[in-house]
C-alpha cells in the first residue's frame, strides 16, 4: 500500500467482524507507533490493552454517564440534545462492540504529553490501516474517573488516559468513503 493510499484507507471504523485481534499484533502495532516524533525523545506513553467484552462494556457504561453529567455541567453545550438521546439508551456501546480496545495514557505532568499521545495515536491507526484492521479514536471512552476502576485498568496515579482507540477488522472488509474535508484555510503567505 502505497502512502496516499494508506491515507485515504485510514478510516473511522465503527462496525466489526465478531473476530479478535491477537494481542502480538496489537503489541506490533505499538513497536510501530512509539517511532512518532515526542518532545525531547521522553517517550512518556504507555499502553493499556483490553480484549475482555465485559470490562470494556462497563468502560462504556462509565464513559457515558460520564458524557452525560459533564454536558450537564455546562447548560450551553452543543452536545445537549446528543447526550439527552444516549440516557436512556443504556444499551449503547461506545465501542462500537470493537474486539479490543487500547488506551494511551501518560503522565499529567509531562506539559507535551498530550501532542505526543496525539502524535502517536496517528501512527497507531495508520500502522493499524496498513496491517489491514479498522480503528476510530473514541473520545467519548476516555471518561473514565473512579480510582478504583483507573486501578483496575492498571493506570498508575499521576496518569490519565488520553487517547482510547477501537481496533478490530471492519465488517465485511467494508472502508467507508473519506468524509468530506473542508478546503484549509491559510491565513497568509510570507514569502
Ligand atoms: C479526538 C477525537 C475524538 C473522537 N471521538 C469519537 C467518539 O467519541 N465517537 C466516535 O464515533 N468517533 C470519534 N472520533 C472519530 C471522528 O468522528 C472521525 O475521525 C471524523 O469523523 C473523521 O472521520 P475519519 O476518521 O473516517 O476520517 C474521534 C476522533 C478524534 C480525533
Not at 150 to 175: S, T, V, W
Amino acid at each position: 500500500m502505497d502512502f496516499i493510499e494508506l491515507l485515504e484507507k485510514r478510516r473511522s471504523i465503527r462496525n466489526f467482524e465478531d473476530k479478535p485481534v491477537p494481542v502480538a499484533l496489537i503489541k506490533e502495532i505499538i513497536q510501530d507507533s512509539i517511532k512518532a516524533p515526542n518532545a525531547s525523545n521522553k517517550q512518556a506513553w504507555n499502553f493499556i490493552i483490553i480484549t475482555n467484552a465485559e470490562f470494556m462494556k462497563k468502560l462504556s457504561d462509565i464513559s457515558r454517564q460520564g458524557f452525560i453529567d459533564s454536558v450537564k455541567r455546562n447548560p450551553d453545550s452543543p452536545l445537549k440534545e446528543y447526550a439527552k438521546g444516549l440516557e436512556n439508551r443504556k444499551e449503547v456501546n461506545c465501542f462500537f462492540d470493537a474486539p479490543c480496545l487500547v488506551y494511551i495514557t501518560g503522565p499529567t505532568n509531562v506539559s507535551t504529553i498530550r501532542e505526543d499521545v496525539g502524535i502517536l495515536a496517528a501512527y497507531f491507526m495508520l500502522s493499524a490501516t496498513n496491517k489491514g484492521l479498522g480503528t476510530c479514536w473514541i473520545g467519548m471512552g476516555g471518561g473514565v474517573r473512579d480510582k478504583a476502576v483507573l486501578k483496575e485498568m492498571g493506570l498508575p496515579e499521576g496518569h490519565h488516559l488520553i487517547a482510547p482507540i477501537i481496533i478490530g477488522y471492519a465488517k465485511d472488509g467494508k472502508i467507508p468513503p473519506m468524509r468530506d474535508r473542508k478546503e484549509p484555510t491559510i491565513l497568509k503567505i510570507i514569502e
